[in-house]
């Protein structure tokens, strides 16, 4: 029968009393409970080990003896019991093709049973896996692993040698470790790395202290020349998603750094990006204007530049100051819409006529030819006029 | 514990939000690990080949909400070639066969296509929220499918994709009777959208609480949207082209002050100087600020508007903000836990960035600052040990020195001294990102000092072999490490084998490691899947004639139960 919630929190109490022997203060509530299984499950877990009859109460106290060793110790004792062997934990799994099989073949039963030979290595293991997870609870917990083992605090890295010889000398030695470092560099520069900083530090530390001469200070960065001259692009360098690396290009910011970086690239730039003019007249008004396409990129866009383009015209058609013309701006709200006075329409290069819109942005300007801005009545005699055209073009079709 | 009654147990796993804690109890014992996995309702997946769909979806028959990533983080910077995989079709087709309740769904870098999208609206009648982050694909018409055939969608979450535009009808997908939205993110789209269309959307939906706007959307647009949705709680602003003599900016201003629980902002796209101003009356109450797609908003405009956000917590800004800035930010965003600074001109002189002053203005500043991002020109070992100093609390630390190999400027050294002192501050560090001129030397701090390290990116470093020994023996709880660049070869990478399985993955390009070690690699640890991307031209077979000393360029090491994948494209070899 369901227990409630004070019955259930009450046995609770007395089990993980029993279990963890842990004296719980009374208001000890479920949430608590939880953080607390969290916390000593991760405690208690076994760290890898190739000693099957290692219990988890043991190896923290020796984790806690071995707390004062160094890191080189430490890693000594690492090597020995990773020493190329799976950690314990994926042994469990005797057969994984049949394992993979399992689920498919007949549910959570059959999965079960497969591993119950290996149940009394759980058992020695004290905390063991459960049967039908062992796969997944190996990758997913493995992590948990690493994170029991010894909590080892580190003394000085130089206090004694261990498996690297060279950790005293690092401690004595940082010069000679660069130079060695730096010599590596300039065998790498020799090796035709083409990054250019390569040349400018082959050679040592003097070197180094010519051009990397930055005042401490300065404002700025090390703009010297010999450091940041049109870097040639490495791959992937520096860390940016692409959109940001672009970022400056396509704003309206007045100075647009161009990938070049080389003033004389930009002009040359500038002037190979040819205008797309195109003609757009407007019903009613007899003057026609051009406008470039190559300057917006966006329908919005191109909507407000019409109405800057026929604003004025429109007004003095209706014998009115521009400015104060609500009646003439209004007739340019809604050129996208279809559902106002005006509609901006276009005849494309195959000499349709299109209502401007409907195909991406690119799409559009690759394919029009010129624009018109028409009033909206009209677009009915003109859908009569191409739906006429249309039923020409299928009669011609089944004709054949 | 086999006598504990299993709706006691379950009752208490409740509480258990984080995946590792759920894992961990169900390692238990049997009757626990039976109680988590039929409770278990989110599904976290970290590594999309770890392990088949299939399995996930056997385990967790309960699951509603399920998060995979695919590809390797470098791909974020173009280091892995377009079809490399991780594909979302698998894992949504057996989401179809066994989970039909599915509610939510989040895919980071995976390839969707407009199809798999399709499959995902009409097969999961509970379908609640789709975030996609930095994924591939699919166009328009996938959103449009999701919008047609979700009925009851809530949260509808674009991070930074490659979304090809197939027109602008999709929002108009959402039916009129679509009112149940609480969150739609579209910024990264290129396209515009239909703004009447969007602008009804709006105002059906009552919860909508996140809107965040593409750069097409027009200020004239995000007035009505301001205007129709004042209990917006965060806001990408969509262009904000809009000269500050118009009416319009008036509109706009008038909109703003009536947000009163604004308190993310982002977009800005186009925003020009002085038209930031419609934005202070909401600037008190920011929590989350983000002006790094601004690139015209220079340092003074930042700062005026910097200096009324008191509460700031995160804060995301281009280096344009300069030194100057970033000593506002300090001085006035004392709350500040997140920074990032992303460099706003890199292939110019760097004439306007930030530098190590910065830095340790906001670190003496911000003493909560937990997360940071910063690009520069320079830093100095100096700085970083006063930085580590001021803010022991770093979960995140990423610097990135933008020219390789650069040293301390003042004292010529290398940087070795400065991230030492970070690793050995900074406890809890969880994720850190290196840069600048380094030897072997701060591998030794990080392996001695970096216990709870779990993802490590290093570029241009190191000297030797035991550099990357120390990480692999020092760093308990890696998970995640990638190389590049650094000298970095077999006896590094086989000193330690099964290391890697306690590791999510490694990813080692343009180092030392040869065929010959990689191949060596796979032989000893059956349950890595070890793959190398070859992107020389004419070679697609491992056989043909080529010597295990040629060295692998691009090299992905990963454990898995899967085993080898069947979707790997030509260029990748599995060994």
């Known amino acids: 029968e369901k227990r409630s919630v004070g019955e259930k929190r009450s046995l609770f109490h007395d089990l993980l009393s029993g279990f963890f022997g842990l004296i719980l203060p009374p208001r000890f509530g479920f949430e608590d409970l939880a953080s607390l299984v969290a916390g000593a499950t991760r405690a208690f877990l076994p760290p890898p080990s190739s000693d099957p009859t290692s219990r988890p109460g043991t190896r923290v106290q020796e984790a806690a003896g071995r707390s004062s060793s160094t890191f080189e110790l430490a890693m000594e004792e690492d090597l020995e019991n990773r020493g190329g062997a799976c950690p314990q934990l994926l042994d469990l799994i005797p057969n994984e093709s049949d394992w993979m099989m399992a689920p498919e073949a007949s549910g959570e039963g059959r999965g079960v049973g497969g591993l119950d030979d290996s149940e009394d290595k759980k058992l020695e293991l004290k905390l063991g896996l459960p049967g039908g997870g062992a796969e997944e609870a190996a990758v997913l917990s493995l992590g948990f692993f690493s994170k029991a083992s010894k909590t080892t605090t580190t003394t000085c890295a130089g206090a004694r040698r261990g498996l690297f010889e060279s950790a005293e000398s690092k401690s004595e030695g940082p010069r000679q470790e660069q130079q060695a470092g730096f010599l590596q560099l300039q065998s790498r520069a020799e090796s035709g790395n083409e990054w250019p900083h390569k040349a400018v530090w082959a050679g040592g530390k003097a070197d180094l202290q010519q051009s990397h001469a930055a005042p401490g200070g300065a404002a700025g960065p090390n703009t010297s020349s010999q450091t940041r001259a049109a870097p040639a692009p490495v791959v992937g360098w520096p860390p940016l998603r692409s959109f940001r690396k672009n970022l400056s290009n396509s704003s309206v910011k007045p100075s647009v750094e161009l990938q070049n970086d080389n003033v004389e690239m930009k002009q040359k730039f500038d002037n190979n990006k040819k205008g797309l003019l195109v003609k757009i007249n407007m019903d009613g008004i007899p003057i026609g204007r051009k406008v470039d396409l190559k300057t917006y990129d966006n329908y919005e866009k191109l909507s407000l530049a019409v109405k800057e383009l026929f604003l004025g015209l429109l007004a003095a058609q209706k014998d009115t100051p521009e400015n104060e013309n609500e009646e003439a701006k209004q007739a340019f709200v809604g050129l996208l819409d279809g559902s106002r006075e005006y509609t901006l329409v276009y005849e494309d290069n195959e000499g349709d006529k299109m209502l401007v819109g409907d195909v991406p942005w690119d799409m559009f300007v690759s394919t029009v030819k010129r624009l018109r801005v028409l009033k909206s009545s009209d677009l009915a005699a003109l859908r009569e006029q191409s739906a006429g055209k249309e039923q020409q073009l299928k009669v011609e079709l089944n004709e054949k | ?575």
């Open chain 2, 1 to 575: 514990m086999t006598y504990f009654p299993e709706e006691v147990v379950e009752h208490i796993f409740d509480f258990l939000g984080s995946h590792r804690d759920r894992n961990a109890v169900s390692t238990v014992c049997k009757a626990w690990y039976h109680v988590e996995r039929f409770s278990r309702r989110n599904v976290f997946v970290g590594n999309c080949y770890a392990i088949r769909p299939e399995r996930v979806m056997a385990r967790f028959p309960g699951m509603k909400s399920l998060s995979v990533k695919g590809k390797p983080h470098f791909a974020d910077y173009n280091l892995v070639p377009y079809d490399w995989g991780g594909f979302a079709l698998p894992w949504i087709n057996a989401a179809v066969r066994r989970c039909p309740g599915l509610e939510d769904l989040r895919l980071k870098r995976m390839v969707v296509t407009d199809d798999d999208l399709d499959l995902l609206a009409r097969s999961f009648p509970n379908f609640r929220s789709l975030v996609l982050v930095s994924c591939e694909g699919f166009s328009t018409d996938g959103l449009a499918a999701i919008a047609t055939y979700c009925r009851g969608l809530r949260e509808l979450d674009l991070q930074e994709n490659e979304v090809e535009d197939h027109g602008r009808q999709w929002l108009s997908c959402f039916h009129e009777s679509c009112t149940s939205l609480v969150s739609l993110n579209f910024a990264c789209l290129k396209g515009e959208v239909n703004a009447g269309v969007l602008e009804r959307l709006v105002a059906r939906c009552p919860n909508l609480r996140s809107l965040k706007l593409n750069r097409a959307v027009s200020v004239e647009s995000l007035n009505e949207i301001v205007a129709r949705a004042p209990y917006l709680v965060d806001l990408g602003t969509g262009s904000f082209a809009v000269d500050h003599h118009t009416d319009a900016y008036q509109r706009l201003m008038n909109s703003f002050s009536k947000c009163k629980s604004l308190s993310s902002l982002s977009g800005f796209w186009e925003a020009s100087p002085h038209c930031l101003d419609a934005v202070y009356p909401v600037c008190i109450n920011l929590t989350v600020l983000n002006m790094s797609y601004a690139p015209a908003i220079q340092a003074d405009d930042l700062i005026k508007l910097i200096s009324l956000c008191f509460k700031l917590q995160k804060l995301w800004v281009l280096d344009c903000i300069g030194d100057k800035g970033l000593a506002v930010v300090a001085s006035t965003c004392k709350e500040l836990q997140e920074l990032r600074v992303f460099p706003s001109d890199i292939y110019g002189a760097g004439a306007t960035s930030v530098t190590e002053e910065g830095l340790v203005a906001i670190s003496s500043g911000c003493p909560k600052l937990n997360s940071l991002l910063y690009f520069c020109y320079q830093m100095t070992n100096a700085a970083l040990i006063t930085v580590a100093k001021n803010c022991p609390h770093f979960t995140r630390f990423r610097l990135c020195i933008l020219d390789p190999w650069k040293p301390d400027p003042v004292t010529n050294q290398p940087l070795d001294e400065g991230f030492g002192a970070i690793v050995r501050s900074c406890k809890n560090l969880r994720r850190l990102s290196l840069s600048g001129l380094l030897t072997d030397q701060v591998f030794l701090y990080i392996g001695l000092y970096a216990k709870c390290l779990e993802m490590l990116s290093i570029a241009f470093a190191g000297d030797s072999d035991k550099g990357m020994v120390y990480i692999l023996k020092g760093c308990k709880n890696l998970r995640k490490l990638e190389i590049r660049d650094c000298p970095f070869g077999d006896f590094a990478l086989l000193n330690d084998v099964a290391k890697y399985e306690t590791m999510r993955s490694l990813w080692m390009s343009s180092c030392d490691v040869t065929l010959g070690g990689c191949k060596a690699l796979a032989a000893k640890m059956p349950r890595l899947n070890v793959e190398i991307i070859n992107e020389s031209e004419g070679s697609d077979k491992l056989e043909e004639n080529i010597s295990d000393l040629h060295k692998a360029e691009k090299m992905y090491v990963y454990r898995t139960v899967a085993g080898p994948r069947n979707d790997a494209p030509d260029f990748v070899w599995t060994l």
